[in-house]
């Protein structure tokens, strides 16, 4: 494990109890998740905020922009918190271990299906519904992950389980069956 990832989930520990204690957990969580979706959409961001030639009033000034009337104030103190620590940069990874530590919490499971493109109301149903197959819990919330290299199909992931319904998964097995029976002709 990465040093700042056990910092990162450190501080999601920490958030969850505090918002716990408040009986927030939900509203943070709700935060944590835009925090995520925000930075995965937003790659200036993220650069802008790891890096160490910005002041870190610039950086309060940005993030306080972004995220004032979206979040919480149990958020925007911990947005605080880091930026007086020098941690800003790990917000991201914060807030995803957040919403892990709050999922597991609630007994809900994320199973994430690659597609080649964005799934639609039907895929995700299947994918849904095989996920709760695989997993046997019926308390599941799909993420999607797009991967053209995947070509068609998709893979789903619960846990440690995966089923590889892809395309290009597919071509593999069939050049390797293809390649064995040539080698084995020829011998």
């Keep these: 494990m990465r040093k700042n990832t056990k910092a990162s989930l450190r501080y999601a520990k920490a958030l969850f109890d505090f918002s716990k204690e408040q009986s927030n957990e939900k509203r943070v969580n709700e935060d944590m998740l835009l925090v995520s979706k925000t930075f995965d959409e937003s790659s200036e961001l993220?650069?802008?905020?790891?890096?160490?030639?910005?002041?870190?009033?610039?950086?309060l000034k940005v993030v306080k922009a972004v995220f004032e009337e979206k979040i919480s104030n149990i958020s925007q103190k911990l947005i605080e918190l880091l930026i007086a620590n020098k941690r800003i940069g790990l917000?991201?990874?914060?807030?995803?271990?957040?919403?892990?530590?709050?999922?597991?919490?609630?007994?809900?499971?994320?199973?994430?299906?690659?597609t080649a493109v964005p799934i639609n109301d039907t895929i995700g149903s299947l994918a849904l519904i095989k996920a709760k197959e695989i997993s046997g819990n019926?308390?599941?919330?799909?993420?999607?992950?797009?991967?053209?290299?995947?070509?068609?199909?998709?893979?789903?992931?619960?846990?440690?389980i995966q089923y590889n319904d892809g395309i290009s998964n597919k071509l593999s097995l069939l050049k390797r069956t293809f390649d064995n029976s040539i080698f084995e002709s020829k011998f």
């Design 46 to 59: 993220s650069f802008f905020l790891t890096d160490h030639t910005q002041k870190n009033n610039a950086k």
């Design 138 to 160: 019926n308390n599941i919330i799909i993420n999607n992950i797009v991967d053209p290299s995947i070509i068609g199909g998709f893979i789903l992931r619960v846990g440690d």
């Design 91 to 114: 917000l991201k990874e914060i807030a995803d271990s957040f919403c892990l530590i709050f999922d597991k919490a609630n007994g809900i499971e994320v199973a994430t299906v690659t």
